[in-house]
C-alpha cells in the first residue's frame, strides 16, 4: 500500500532552538488510514501562541487547524475515530474538552485525555492528535 505524505517539513527549521534535525510531515495517508500531527495553540506560519493564558482558545485554534488538515488529507470529522488530548495541568481538561466538544458534535469518536509535564514549547497547555479512517 503507498503512503501519500503531505506538508512534509524538517525540525532543523520548525523548532530551531531545540537544534533537532527530523525529515517529518503534518500528514500521512496510509489507505484508508491517517495520521495527522498533533495541533497546539500555535498560529499557524509564525511562532505565536493563540490564548496563551487561555486553554479553550488554544483548543480550539488546534481543532480549526485539524479541520484544515482533515480536508486536505479528503477527510471529515465523520471519519474521525479515536482522539486524544493532552494537557499540562488538571485545570484544562474542562475548557479543552469543551473546546473540542464543539467540533465533534454527533461524531461520537472514542477520546482520551492525558495530563503531561510539558511540550515542545512551553507556551503550549494542550494538544491534540487523531484517529482518522475514511469511511469511503
Known sequence: MPHERLRKYNTKTAFPEQKLDNDLCWIVKAGKRIYIRGQTGR???SDDVLGQDDMYAQ???AMQNMDILLKEAGAGWSDVCG???YVSDRAYVKPVCNAVGKWIKGVH??????IIKG???PLYGMEVDLDVILER
Open 59 to 61: 483548543a480550539d485554534n
Open 83 to 85: 482522539i486524544r488530548l
Open 43 to 45: 498560529i499557524w506560519n
Open 119 to 121: 511540550f515542545a514549547r
Open 109 to 114: 469518536p472514542t477520546m482520551s485525555v492525558l
